[in-house]
């Protein structure tokens, strides 16, 4: 797929408050370690711990963005669900390694329609903490040639409250935090694979 626009970013989108609400809301509930394919030992790929949203008023906030994202860039892409959200903690070495959030087939779901047959089509990651606060845990997005890698740091969403929305294939990753916390939110937005 040839893209125009590989990722839309809206810097400081989300206020201080908006954000340390979204921080409250994702510390108050069990945190549990991140895992790759049910893998908990494989920590040189991700090592994060997660608690998982799916309150109505957090949709409220980021629907917008993704719409407006999927226009802006020309992806157009058609989409009917959202995935619950991700809340993440990175301490002091954690990290998330080169990966793409989509899958190879869809998902087979037959009992939950929004998600049976379903593809993640788009990924949003929203910024939480003040950069003041860590050091490391850079986004980097690798948009890869057919022969070499083209890394690119995400430097937009580096300020509180800033937004990234990219199609879910395109690779990108976290690298290890040196100091301090950093607290980030993501969904996927699900819809019919591609004809």
């Known amino acids: 797929m ?8 809206f810097t400081s989108a989300l206020s201080k408050k908006t954000c340390k609400k979204i921080i409250d809301a994702g510390i108050k509930l069990p945190l549990e370690k991140a895992v790759i394919d049910k893998d908990t030992k494989n920590l ?13 008023w957090i ?6 963005f993704i719409e407006n994202a999927n226009k802006n860039a020309e992806w157009n892409f058609q989409y009917d669900w959202a995935e619950n959200c991700q809340f ?5 070495k954690q990290h998330y390694g080169w990966h793409c959030d989509s899958f190879k087939t869809p998902y087979n779901n037959p009992d939950n329609l929004n998600f049976n047959n379903k593809i993640r089509k788009l990924s ?18 690798d948009f890869k040639d057919k022969e070499k890698s083209n890394i690119v740091e995400c430097k937009e969403i580096l300020p509180q409250g800033s937004v990234v929305v990219f ?23 699900l819809g019919f694979p591609f004809k």
């Open 124 to 141: 949003i990651t929203i910024s939480l903490s003040d950069p003041k606060d860590y050091k490391g845990g850079i986004f980097e997005f």
């Open 44 to 56: 040189k790929k991700r090592n994060s711990n997660i608690s998982w949203i799916n309150d109505k």
């Open 59 to 64: 949709y409220d906030i980021i629907f917008p």
């Open 167 to 189: 199609p879910s294939h395109v690779w990108h990753r976290i690298t290890p935090v040196t100091k301090g916390t950093r607290y980030s939110l993501v969904t996927w937005i």
């Open 2 to 9: 040839n893209l125009k626009n590989y990722y839309w970013y």
């Open 88 to 92: 993440t903690k990175y301490e002091k």
